[in-house]
């Protein structure tokens, strides 16, 4: 069966460089949210779409911006990066409101 | 706000035996719950869910969890653990609609030989 997708799957960034992440979630899945994982930590919630629309925010700095695009893949753009970004930066889609959320396998961020 | 905690970081069991991963739960309105593991350097697996129903689910890999409403409870339950079910687990909560997952911090399962 078809998985949530991500890319890169590592990613090697400069302070005050910008990064952009990508997801692609899995076929007909309409929701798609995007989590953060500090190194051992909890995954939290940065920001979700729902058919293009931004349903939901989290912690998500202003620094960051996303987006879903029309084939719902949907892009993290982060700029000035910090130090303290560095972390897993998960994918997850969702077949509606009351499905289970699917995780891709993350891209992990380092910033030197 | 909707908040879970996991009040054991780690839990060793050895194969063969019961095993439980205790979460604890709080959010207004219906809970809708959740439990995945991460094996290292993965992404999170789904396990189970409870949305309404039965209270005890059954999900992937011999894994169940019991919701208890009045303790505010959805424990994940294995009747015999295996050495492969060694990673980390998060328990999850949201409230109804196209929400978010608040996550609790994880409990790390080590099944010994």
């Known amino acids: 069966a078809a998985g949530v997708i991500q890319s890169p799957r590592h990613l090697i960034k400069e302070k005050r460089e910008t990064a952009t992440l990508k997801c692609y979630p899995i076929?007909?899945?309409?929701?798609v949210y995007w989590y953060q994982q500090g190194p051992g930590q909890d995954p939290q919630f940065l920001i979700s779409?729902?058919?293009?629309?931004?349903?939901d925010k989290g912690s998500i700095p202003d620094r960051f911006s996303a987006q879903q695009f029309s084939d719902y893949h949907s892009e993290l753009n982060m700029s000035s990066l910090e130090l303290g970004d560095s972390a897993l930066y998960f994918c997850?889609?969702?077949?509606?409101?009351?499905?289970?959320?699917?995780f891709g396998p993350g891209t992990r961020l380092t910033v030197t | 706000a909707q908040s879970v905690a996991q009040p054991e970081d780690q839990v060793n069991v050895a194969e063969g035996n019961p095993l439980t991963v205790k979460c604890t739960y709080s959010?207004?309105?219906?809970?809708?719950l959740f439990w995945y593991v991460q094996y290292p350097n993965r992404g999170l697996q789904f396990l189970l869910k409870?949305?309404?129903?039965?209270?005890l689910v059954k999900g992937s890999y011999g894994f169940e969890a019991e919701f208890n409403k009045s303790q505010t409870s959805f424990h994940l339950k294995k009747p015999s653990a295996l050495v492969s079910d060694s990673a980390l687990y998060f328990c999850a909560v949201r409230d109804s609609g196209r929400r978010a997952l608040t996550f609790g911090s994880g409990t790390r399962l080590q099944v010994q030989p």
């Open positions: 779409f729902y058919e293009k629309m931004q349903s």
């Open positions: 076929p007909r899945h309409d929701t």
């Open positions: 997850a889609s969702s077949p509606g409101g009351n499905g289970e959320q699917y």
């Open positions: 959010v207004s309105g219906n809970p809708y």
């Open positions: 409870y949305i309404t129903g039965d209270n």
